[in-house]
């Protein structure tokens, strides 16, 4: 009977030791899987952490791509122009030939100014000088007509064989009607009555011989422009 009870409580001893490693195993092998979580959970954060940083890293490099292709792309555009020395001389030319247009214009002006002035007194000189011969033909065939009428007021005609000879009178009345060319201020020119008619023919061939005028010094300037 005693070694029955003896060798169960050695059985109960036995398991009972067994218990307690068991106990003592499991609160290991839990402290092991707390470490392991802490651990793991250190390696997330870190891993995390690494995450961001390349994020940032991404969008910097991203940000750095896009200034290099940016600048490459100014880079070719600045090689493609010329140099700021080149630039400022052909501005300078350009200024240069600006000038010269701009004085060879003003010469040209001033010569169309002068060919208009001229060929206006010319057209009222020859308009002038029309009018004079109008009203000398016409003192002419009156004064015909009234030596027709009275042959004994004029005997020197068959004498002159038949021209007409014009008193100092007539030919001083002649000289007052008819207007001078220049005025005696500053050489101003002094314009006769002109009819409506005469204006408007006289404008149109104005017009056509300047036009002409204009056309010649056109080429002229071509031809200088293209020397």
Known sequence: MYDR????????????????ETLQMIKEERENYTKLVEQHEESIELAKEEIEASKKELVTAKQIRKNKMEYDLLASLID????????????????KEIDDLVQKKLKME????????????????????????DQENSSSSSSSSSSESDPTSHPDLDD?????????DEDD???NSSPTKFDGVRGEVKLPSVSTEDSKAMSVEEDAVL???????????DVVVAC
């Open 5 to 20: 009870l003896m060798a169960q409580f050695a059985q109960c001893k036995l398991t009972a030791l067994k218990n307690v």
């Open 160 to 168: 002159n064989n038949g021209i007409m000879e014009v008193s100092d």
């Open 110 to 133: 001033r010569k169309f100014q002068k060919r208009r002035n001229d060929f206006t007194l010319l057209m009222y000189s020859i308009h002038e000088l029309e009018q004079q011969l």
């Open 211 to 221: 036009e002409l005028s204009i056309d010649k010094d056109e080429h002229d300037v």
């Open 80 to 95: 493609q122009q010329p140099d700021r020395n080149g630039t400022q001389k052909h501005i300078e030319i350009i200024k």
């Open 173 to 175: 009345d002649l000289n």
